[in-house]
T-cell receptor
Framework: DAGVIQSPRHEVTEMGQEVTLRCKPI?????LFWYRQTMMRGLELLIY????????DSGMPEDRFSAKMPNASFSTLKIQPSEPRDSAVYFC?????????????FGEGSRLTVL | GDSVTQMEGPVTLSEEAFLTINCTYT??????LFWYVQYPGEGLQLLLK?????DKGSNKGFEATYRKETTSFHLEKGSVQVSDSAVYFC????????????FGKGTLLTVNP
């Protein structure tokens, strides 16, 4: 079975440009999470969805960030306009079922560099 | 709020050495505790977990015991291999939270042959 698939793997863009990161969760998983990883702050939860509905977006840094999940097999994280401090690795993860201690399955990440 | 503190890395060991990576936490209620591992160029994957005090999680020769009295969940392995080289993350989900997994900053382990 395919794991969580993220694209692009690497993105280099200039400040002010729009960035869209994409994620395909594991089929059948009903929870989807977006994390950001930086050297300074480590891994931070940005937002998570349950059955395509955003449940907690308290980690989204500001209005420049938005996330959508139009269906069970696709989610996007958009940054508009991008800034150099947004440079990070963005991970998508999915899980199945309501057990809170269930395993999160992570994608390989999208490394974003904003110049 | 919830937080996880891990020992600063990097940690460099020779093959077959004993490994300990310290992890302590602050959380509301009674958290569940996890160790995730990230191999180079890959996403994180669950290594082991413990959901209540005195539980021991184990997998692939790694162990960690949930110590409520010291709020700790230290990772140990008796004999490391080169293939164990990775970044190790301690994490928790607290009793009062929804599905938010809070991670430590990670510890880079390098094992030399």
């Amino acid at each position: 079975d395919a794991g969580v698939i993220q694209s692009p793997r690497h993105e280099v863009t200039e400040m002010g440009q729009e960035v869209t990161l994409r994620c395909k969760p594991i089929s059948g998983h009903d929870y989807l999470f977006w994390y950001r990883q930086t050297m300074m702050r480590g891994l931070e939860l940005l937002i998570y969805f349950n059955n395509n509905v955003p449940i907690d977006d308290s980690g989204m840094p500001e209005d420049r960030f938005s996330a959508k999940m139009p269906n069970a097999s696709f989610s996007t994280l958009k940054i508009q306009p991008s800034e150099p401090r947004d440079s990070a690795v963005y991970f998508c993860a999915s899980k199945i079922g309501q057990e809170r201690t269930g395993e999160l399955f992570f994608g390989e990440g999208s490394r974003l560099t904003v110049l | 709020g919830d937080s996880v503190t891990q020992m600063e890395g990097p940690v460099t060991l020779s093959e077959e050495a004993f490994l300990t990576i310290n992890c302590t936490y602050t959380a509301t209620g009674y958290p569940s505790l996890f160790w995730y591992v990230q191999y180079p160029g890959e996403g994180l994957q669950l290594l082991l977990k413990a959901t209540k005090a005195d539980d021991k999680g184990s997998n692939k020769g790694f162990e960690a015991t949930y110590r409520k009295e010291t709020t700790s969940f230290h990772l140990e392995k008796g004999s490391v291999q080169v293939s164990d080289s990775a970044v190790y993350f301690c994490a928790l989900i607290s009793g009062g939270s929804n599905y938010k997994l809070t991670f430590g900053k990670g510890t880079l382990l390098t094992v030399n042959p």
